[in-house]
């Protein structure tokens, strides 16, 4: 596999990630919005969620929309940072590369959608 072949390979594949991780970053968004609407506006939104956790202060805005934030700077360095990825290399075999960031990436949207289900789930 020459040049060529190696960056049409991760091109495609950068596309196709790049593709995916937008679409997970307005799903993530469109979620926790929608918790918004239903979440009770309080300082701490873990004891509701599980009454045996007593933790630090933390506002629904920080538990429904850090997830989205995060997201949404990834897919942003993943988009401008495209020639900088292209370069960089930490395993052969780019396919392991993008398989490793997809499962990071779906495990930050879970976690998303986690936290916003469960904030839906005490405000009704």
């Known amino acids: 596999m020459d040049f060529d072949d190696?960056?049409?390979?991760?091109?495609?594949?950068?596309?196709?990630?790049?593709?995916?991780?937008?679409?997970?970053?307005?799903?993530?968004?469109l979620t926790s919005l929608y918790a918004a609407a239903y979440a009770p506006w309080v300082r701490n939104i873990r004891p509701l969620i599980d009454p045996t956790n007593v933790g630090t202060v933390e506002s629904t805005w920080s538990y429904l929309f850090i997830f989205p934030v995060v997201l949404t700077t990834a897919w942003l360095i993943s988009?401008?940072?495209?020639?900088?990825?292209?370069?960089?290399?930490?395993?052969?075999?780019?396919?392991?590369?993008?398989?490793?960031?997809?499962?990071?990436?779906?495990?930050?949207?879970?976690?998303?959608?986690?936290?916003?289900?469960?904030?839906?789930?005490?405000?009704?």
């Open 79 to 124: 988009i401008f940072g495209q020639n900088l990825f292209a370069q960089v290399r930490i395993f052969k075999n780019q396919i392991i590369e993008f398989g490793i960031a997809a499962l990071v990436a779906f495990g930050m949207f879970y976690l998303s959608i986690d936290r916003a289900v469960a904030a839906m789930l005490i405000g009704m």
């Open 6 to 29: 190696d960056s049409g390979e991760f091109s495609r594949l950068h596309n196709l990630f790049t593709f995916h991780l937008g679409i997970a970053v307005t799903l993530a968004w």
